[in-house]
């Protein structure tokens, strides 16, 4: 169990809210329980507990003076609260301790103009996706990373988890599109590196090194980020196949044959079946198959032709095949695929293990799955999902108690016995702490520790996340 909250000595939470209060206002400090609950628990239901108070600073200027008030108290960073391993949430803690300061990045939100010489432009944490996107849109640049959390996920969050999504396999996670950043260190310190050079080898970049740690080598206030060609010219099509195999085989087809191929991603039959009910949507292909595809093409000039070709060297049956080339069939076939992770939520609190398997041993994995989950959680109901042309799955168990961990375990330790990662793109979080050692040597969790300590020597930058404190 991470510490609990352990005001600065000799100062009360109530001191402490004070002298917050005297730097971001007092409306940005946050003690009433009532109003502080939504940022007390996280997206998934899963995780979360009681936190003494809430700041929600405006500027990089105030992060920094809000992380010297707070210095010997617990700082748990929080950016649109959709992440999925519990890592931006309060803990359960004692009930007589007071629980940790949740710092809301949201209210940092300043967008700069595109730099369109560069390609480039300055976001702060707090600027959600969709806003980034629509902004790069309009001076005719595209933001290439994307997921269905895009109205509420933050840039400091998607930089702090390296957020993947559905473009990977093209353009890489959120790491590959960090050229600069700016953040606050566990000593109030304020590290600036934006120039956005794309050339620079002068040693450490501690700037990559922020880049999916989770909250907890300091706070992320700003980050430099890379644009590229808005392609607008689309095609997308949905595919239906006897298995993961098949599935797996035809992805590889099209890789070859489609140049603007951006997204290759796989869901099942049960899986559809769930989000038809919940989203009451029509049946996509006049037949149902145990999988599917949705993959998608973006070029400046129509990539259609390309996808048709590809099409026929599959030589799918037409009861396995739509495509759409036009804004509103795509997002309707884009539809079964996204709605997945509420549908799933709808049943019940989940348990959310994301995966990635070299991609050779995919569809083995699959089926190995599938007993596992139904011998460690007889009963329960499973959803895979996921980013297939990044070798990533999401299995999604929905019936263990939350608190009972014998189904993550017994896919996790699957999962490294297949040589895969315990976390492809969600991060660590509190929820796989425990497991690092399974996707980590020893030597590079101590080399992780150490990095960890020399810049936050109090351990008060997210305790518990990526490390197990548990003893
Ligand atoms: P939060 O949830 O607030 O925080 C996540 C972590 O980052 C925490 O550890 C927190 O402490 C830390 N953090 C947040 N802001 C900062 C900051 N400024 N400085 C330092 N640390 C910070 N993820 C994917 O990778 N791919 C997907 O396709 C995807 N799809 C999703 C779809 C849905 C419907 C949902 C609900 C989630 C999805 N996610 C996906 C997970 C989630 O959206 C991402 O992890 C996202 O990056 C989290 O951003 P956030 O602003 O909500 O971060
Ligand atoms: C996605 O790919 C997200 O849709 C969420 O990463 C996955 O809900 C999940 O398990
Ligand atoms: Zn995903």
């Not at 909250?5 to 009360?12: F, K, T």
């Not at 950016?79 to 209210?107: A, F």
Request: a negative charge; proline letters at 6%; hydrophobic letters at 45%.
């Amino acid at each position: 169990m991470p510490p609990a909250g352990l005001p600065n000595a000799g100062a009360s939470v109530a001191d402490v809210a004070e002298r917050l209060a005297a730097v971001v206002g007092a409306s940005q400090v946050l003690t009433d329980p009532e109003t502080r609950r939504s940022f007390e628990v996280d997206w998934t239901g899963r995780f979360g507990g009681p936190s003494c108070i809430v700041v929600r600073p405006g500027s990089t200027a105030e992060v920094s003076e809000v992380v010297k008030i707070c210095r010997d108290m617990p700082i748990v960073t929080q950016g649109g609260n959709t992440g999925l391993v519990g890592g931006g949430v309060p803990w359960q803690s004692q009930p007589d301790q007071p629980g940790p300061v949740v710092l809301s990045t949201t209210r940092l939100d300043d967008l700069q103009p595109v730099d369109r010489v560069a390609a480039q432009v300055t976001a702060g944490a707090g600027v959600t996706l969709a806003r980034l996107q629509s902004h790069a849109t309009q001076a005719r640049l595209n933001f290439p990373v994307d997921l269905a959390a895009r109205d509420t996920a933050t840039v400091g969050g998607m930089v702090a988890t390296n957020a993947g999504g559905l473009h990977v396999l093209r353009y890489g996670t959120m790491r590959a599109q960090v050229v600069g950043l700016e953040a606050v260190l566990a000593d109030g310190s304020v590290l600036t590196r934006m120039s956005g050079l794309v050339k620079d080898n002068t040693g450490y970049d501690i700037s990559q090194l922020l880049v999916g740690s989770e909250g907890t080598l300091g706070v992320i206030t700003a980050a430099r980020l890379r644009l590229v060609a808005a392609h607008d010219e689309k095609v997308v099509a949905l595919l239906g196949f006897a298995g993961t195999a098949e599935a797996l085989a035809a992805v590889d087809v099209l890789r070859r044959n489609v140049e603007g191929l951006q997204a290759a991603e796989i869901f099942f039959e049960d899986g559809l079946d769930l989000v038809r009910s919940h989203a009451r949507l029509a049946a996509p292909l006049p037949q149902s198959w145990p999988a599917y595809l949705v993959v998608e093409a973006a070029a400046l000039d129509d990539p259609s032709e390309q996808m048709y070709g590809a099409l026929s060297e599959l030589d799918l049956p037409d009861t396995a095949t739509a495509v759409a080339t036009d804004p509103a069939g795509q997002a309707r076939l884009w539809a079964y695929r996204e709605h997945h992770t509420e549908a799933v939520s709808s049943i019940g609190i989940p348990h959310k293990l994301d995966v990635t398997l070299p991609q050779s041993r995919l569809a083995d994995f699959e089926h190995a799955v599938r007993k596992v989950v139904a011998d460690a959680a007889p009963g329960s109901r499973l959803v895979l999902f996921g980013h297939i042309g990044d070798g990533n799955l999401h299995v999604n168990v929905v019936g263990p108690d939350p608190e009972d961990e014998a189904v993550d375990d017994a896919v996790l330790r699957l999962v490294a016995e297949m040589d895969g990662s315990i976390s492809a793109e969600h991060g660590v979080g509190r929820a796989k702490a425990r497991w690092l050692g399974l996707s980590r040597s020893e030597s590079e969790r101590s080399a992780m520790l150490k990095v960890k300590r020399a810049l936050d020597p109090r351990g008060t930058m997210n305790p518990g996340v990526l490390f197990d404190l548990s003893g």
